[in-house]
């Protein structure tokens, strides 16, 4: 059976509906990926993710290398069984982690100089320094391949360098050329390991291997970059950068170039994608596939909620805040006809209260509802596909 | 029906099995009580509550009275409907918190001189100021009789004060007198509300209201305090003081002085106690039927959880803490036969993991475990009483 298989294709736009067969199981795209970065979907765990229906979690190898550390989870028989979540997963090879979290620390954002002293980019690999404990790490594209397959998630990714948008172009293509090379050996490394080192990986299932399109928001660069990754033998091909999903219009121009590249029998991920609902669908029309965010599980944790009907604020659209004293006395759920546990047995009152009461229990309420309500908004917005009524489901929210 | 029926009395010991019949259903004892203080069991949710086969939950006056306040819950229909908790609810009248929480603030214990700021005690009531924003309030026995009718509990305590073991006699025979007072005054109000102000409740099931013998660690007031709450017509006798469940020594002492005087009609319930599964033993076995700890859950947030093998440790006996090194690797459960979801689904180095990446859903899976722990204890002591094995039961632990 092949990986990724397209099932439809909506008439009036590039929006598709797919499935992917891993040996955990099939994935039906498009598909809201909840970010479970170190072995957990914050406040959640695997029976939550079960009960609301998740098809398939990230896991993050740069923070699960440094802690609790791939060969643990190898050793205790790889990450399905570590985090009891026999679904399939995917693992970030961590090529964003170690340059953002590195970079953090000193607040050098200028790629082009050298002082960016906590992370060490050269051809072979990257040196950089733990946000845990400051301890020294290397990852090569062969050893974050290495760690992922020890890990052992379903689909793995590239080891790429993530560029922001505001550094010099020849920064940009210097950087893109690189993480061309470096996929490359990624590729090779993934082959290696399937066929010598499989003696090294306790959990033995396929593993699918993602190319990462980078390229910042230069569109000759961006172009180039699909290109390539395209022509080689991924499992799939992701969209990286600083501003997908952060910079709406920059990624719809990004997705708009790279499209008339991007091999229609492969999955198409939009990594880091989905901060409003509608973003899902400007990438669904533009041909994604996958994505995934942290902001349905971090708003939760600061107590705001996805509702359907939008707010008219630019930077809270289709939210709750239920810190508001006007939902102090609200006997209403956050939404009347959603399915998920929380509106089903909880009022925004009590969450109100929980919330100024300091109480976790809360947190996790609330990330229920919002994972939920992707998840849910993602499987509406396939069934639109295909039934060829993708745009008009669209209208209904984009008022 | 009566509100309690004593079903078996275990032939060795003073050990007892009943039922106390609510109008949101019976619950058998003896058992143990999970402590939802402000209105929630911290870290989990209703649910899982259910989950674990928790019967009865607590609930607190002073909490609830400051956030989010008698009026508010009352106005949604009570506390069962604002948790979505449909089973029995008791709410502790908030005595005890009114004088530990106020007196913290100020360190000052000495109950005899007039520095309690924060606390003034009259024989009118209590003027407090709030923990939680410094707000002034004020509690009389009638007030706190109120405050429990509009929150909508099955049980509700009377009002008392609860006094510490270290302070001059006369002053905790004053105390004593002062409560018992109360006592006779919460019960009128308690009767009055079921006459005069029904249409104030919201909530219109039936609560019981218990008394509460104090007299710190004095023989002669225990007793003379037992005889007077056990002459009055509450439905049940409760144990306060600052060592009950804290001093186990002192906490059977004070048992066996008042065992005696405690109808045997009447519900026996040892306020703040189940720091280690043994306690529950010593108390049953001295005629106790009810208990609530704040330990469990308190626990399980610094990632320490209950297990059935003693440790050998004084301070720590029955316990693992999750967070030590030796957890790390661990593939085995907290507990290999517990049929608790946290052991049917995850490692000590799984839950080890959780801890060390501050994953706090980690909180929720060792509360679960923990919760339901002490629930299981309970259930098969009661059913060790009701086969008059429960001598036997207790050596099994006890070693």
């Known amino acids: 059976m092949t990986f990724f298989e397209l099932i439809h294709k909506e008439e009036t736009a590039r929006a598709r509906a797919g499935v992917m067969h891993t040996d955990h199981g099939d994935v039906e795209t498009p598909v809201f990926m909840p970010v479970g970065t170190q072995a957990a979907v914050k406040t959640l765990d695997s029976s939550d993710l079960e009960s609301l229906g998740a098809q398939i979690i990230l896991g993050n190898n740069y923070h699960l290398h440094l802690r609790p550390g791939e ?20 693992t970030d090879s961590g090529g964003f982690q170690v340059f953002s979290l590195g970079l953090q620390k000193e607040k050098s954002v200028d790629r082009g100089g050298s002082n960016a002293k906590l992370v060490e980019i050269d051809e072979e690999g990257v040196t950089f320094h733990s946000h845990v404990d400051g301890s020294k790490h290397r990852f090569t594209p062969e050893k974050a391949i290495e760690t992922q397959h020890k890990i052992g998630a379903d689909i793995i990714m590239a080891f790429d360098e993530c560029t922001p948008d505001s550094i010099p172009e020849e920064y940009i293509r210097a950087a893109m050329e690189r993480t061309h090379r470096w996929a490359e050996r990624c590729l090779e490394e993934h082959k290696k390991i399937k066929v010598d080192k499989t003696g090294l990986i306790k959990s033995p299932h396929q593993k699918f291997l993602f190319g990462i399109i980078q390229g910042s928001n230069n569109r000759s660069l961006r172009e180039e970059s699909a290109k390539f990754i395209a022509s080689k033998d991924f499992d799939g091909i992701a969209l990286g950068g600083e501003s997908v999903g952060y910079n709406m219009q920059a990624t719809k121009d990004i997705l708009d170039w790279v499209y008339p590249f991007l091999p229609e029998d492969k999955p198409h991920y939009a990594m880091g994608l989905g901060l409003s609902p509608l973003d899902f669908f400007d990438v669904v029309e533009r041909g994604v596939d996958m994505f995934d965010c942290v902001a349905p599980t971090r708003l939760a944790r600061h ?11 630019e930077d809270n659209n289709y939210r709750l805040n239920l810190n508001n004293a006007a939902q102090e006395k609200n006997s209403a759920p956050i939404e009347e006809n959603c399915a998920c546990p929380t509106c089903q047995n909880y009022s925004r009152a009590y969450l109100h209260h929980l919330l100024g009461a300091n109480e976790i229990s809360a947190l996790r309420l609330i990330t229920l509802h919002n994972v939920y309500f992707m998840l849910n908004l993602v499987r509406k917005m396939r069934q639109s596909i295909i039934e060829d009524r993708f745009r008009e489901f669209k209208k209904e929210w984009d008022k």
Chains 1, 2 share one sequence.
């Open 71 to 90: 060969e643990l989870i190898n050793n205790l028989g790889g990450l399905h069984k570590f985090m009891n979540w026999p679904h399939p997963i995917l």
């Open 303 to 313: 107590g705001v909620a996805y509702i359907s009907k939008p707010t008219k604020d």
